[in-house]
């Protein structure tokens, strides 16, 4: 079965605790939602409003000084130096911006000369506060031409955007209700110019102040202080929030730019019990696996609160080629692991993002980690946990079943390529060309070929690390740039290559081994070398294909009702913890899965089954076994009768 995660959960940032007292409001919003939009099955991707360059500038520059020790300040200059990218913005940087609105951009400038973090809070906080006003101060003296100051005023709210959610909404909520308020009444006082005379409707200036009034003094008196106090993180957290404590209350939050959803189309999953007809529901140890590849609840803040999982990166045993965290990724599909952000204390102080590797075929794939440095998944797997993502010390149990899982984890299918890595027929004649050179010896790899470490019979592998010059060494005799030698079974799916994504296309890599090993390819063989690299990568049927019968939806809740299929036997064996961990991540992921339901109409039945999973918890957690198996076997006749209709 399937771990996925269909959406953008992180955008707002916030607690888990907040998003559970907000579940009310997302399932009427999700119905309302469901009910507005017709939607095709695979397409419920939040897709995420352009931020304003000046306020995104901000917040990246804020979320970069966070990342020490070693804080990258030529970065943080660049997003406040560089022109902005988008139409309309004239090649202007984000300081050119502020400049040309008077706000004194000095402060912010001398704030990364000095490499001074909190000074560069209060320069870039108070600038971006006094643009925002900028903005409203220019659209009061246009309120005499009807519709005229609406520009800006959206303007300004894109602006303060920075600071309202999940800053403000976070640590004082009833002053977010109150500037959302007040945003309404500056939009609905502007007027309105009319279309060719019809409709005219005047501004409304009395309105018009007193909502401006609101908006300025909450800036003012928050962020553009004479003193900021002192932060240990910079966020943007109102000065004078009630709450009075700047940490304890801070929100867990990713810059503007940062893209975390589930790719379109779906990657397909093969797991290898699937292909032999057995399901997965009879299996509960693999079941339990799928289900931790899918929770958060397995990893420490700030990635359990931001909703990462496993599938997040590894989108269905494939990489997440869209995966981006401006400063901690360089390129879409990579991440730095073991960088400041997901766990400071597991912090290699090597600015070294990583793309992300696929995971089929895993089981043959060993050892693990682009250099090979574990030869254990287990070992590689608590890794991830307890040090790369600072979560809780897992339990034998759940190491067995997340790594049971990932040995299922097959290639895709590729009807050119044989089982002993042999092309056959089907194949185009460039990649038959190709495969003689991919097998001739090549002086300048010290007459190795290709295949002499990319084995074919060996599923293009040979299990050693080498260094083929593809990073650089710590000092010209230091051996510390060796990669083990990847497979190359579905390549042309997972572009771009080597270990830090540095080449695009498989064109690029034939050039890059030419070039670095002197092999001295005419230009047709290394188009047929390529050809014979995109013949060996391809696959047969790489995505997932929806259709009326197999839904987005559909898909969700066969995973998550397999998932729920191990409750019987935690139950059975009273296992409190790993039935508490199950269902804090399945019941409010089927919440947010449902807004992905074709059928709205299937909504309450949704909620309905979500709501005895919550009876459940509850049981489980006072203990109560009796009841509790009870109440599962009531959840399992509405699973029954209900799951069918699912759509
Ligand atoms: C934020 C993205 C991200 C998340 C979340 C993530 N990984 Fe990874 N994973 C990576 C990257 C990047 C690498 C390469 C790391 C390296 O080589 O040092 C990797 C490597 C691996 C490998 C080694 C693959 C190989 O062939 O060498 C395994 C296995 C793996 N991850 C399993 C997991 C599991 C299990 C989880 C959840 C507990 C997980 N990952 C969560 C990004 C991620
Ligand atoms: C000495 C062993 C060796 C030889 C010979 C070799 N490779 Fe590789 N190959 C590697 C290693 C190691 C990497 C990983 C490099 C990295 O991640 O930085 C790699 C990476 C690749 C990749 C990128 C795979 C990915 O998923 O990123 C391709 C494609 C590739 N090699 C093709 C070839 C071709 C074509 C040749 C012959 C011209 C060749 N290799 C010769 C060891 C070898």
Known sequence: ???????????????SARATSRVGVAVLLALVLTLLTPRPGSAHIVKETPWHPVPAAYLRGLFLANLGPAIRWDRIDDEWSQPAEGEGYDGLSPLDMLEEADVDAEPIR??????DRQALYAASTAAVSRYARHFLAEATAKLDRPGAANADVQRARQITRAFEDPFIAAVDPRAAQDLGRAWLTLSNSVG??????????DAR??????????????????????????????????????TRD???????????????????????????????GIHEADLPLIAYGDMLFDSPQIFGDPGKSLGITCSKCHNRSDINRDLFIPGVSHKPG???????????????????????PSLRGLRFTGPYGRDGRFASLREFTRNVIVNEFGGEEPTPFMLDALVSYMLEFDWLENSMLEPDGRLNDAAPKAALRGEVLFNTPFEGMGDRACSTCHIPSANFLDRLPHDIGSAERSS????????????????????PYFHDGSLDTLADVVTWFDEQFALELTQAQRADLTA?????????????????????????????????TTLDVLIEERDQFHALLLLDTVAPDLRLDASGATDATVLPRVFEIADALDGIRARIEAEEWVVAEEQNERYQELAETYGESFR
């Open 205 to 242: 200036p009395e309105p018009f102040a007193q909502a401006k009034g609101t908006v300025e003094t909450y800036l003012r008196s928050n962020y553009e202080v004479s003193a900021f106090e002192t932060r240990r993180l910079l966020a943007p957290l109102p000065e004078r929030s009630p």
């Open 110 to 115: 001398a704030a990364i000369r000095d490499e």
């Open 1 to 15: 079965m399937v771990p996925i995660h269909p959406r953008f959960r992180i955008q707002s940032g916030s607690r």
């Open 246 to 276: 700047l940490e304890a209350e801070a929100p867990f939050w990713l810059p503007p730019g940062t893209k975390f959803n589930d790719q379109d189309p779906l990657p397909l999953l093969v797991l290898n019990f699937e292909s032999r």
């Open 192 to 201: 309105h110019s009319g279309v060719m005379g019809i409709g005219r409707l």
């Open 476 to 495: 010209p005799l230091a051996r510390d740039s060796f990669f083990d030698t990847p497979t190359l079974i579905n390549v042309a799916q997972t572009a």
């Open 334 to 356: 990579s991440i730095d692991v073991d960088g400041a952000f997901f766990n400071s204390a597991f912090n290699d102080i090597r600015d070294d993002p990583i793309d992300i």
């Open 532 to 564: 014979y690299l995109e013949t060996i990568g391809a696959a047969d049927t790489p995505w997932e294909i929806f259709d009326d019968e197999n839904t987005r939806f559909a898909l969700d809740w066969s995973e998550l009702s397999t998932f729920l």
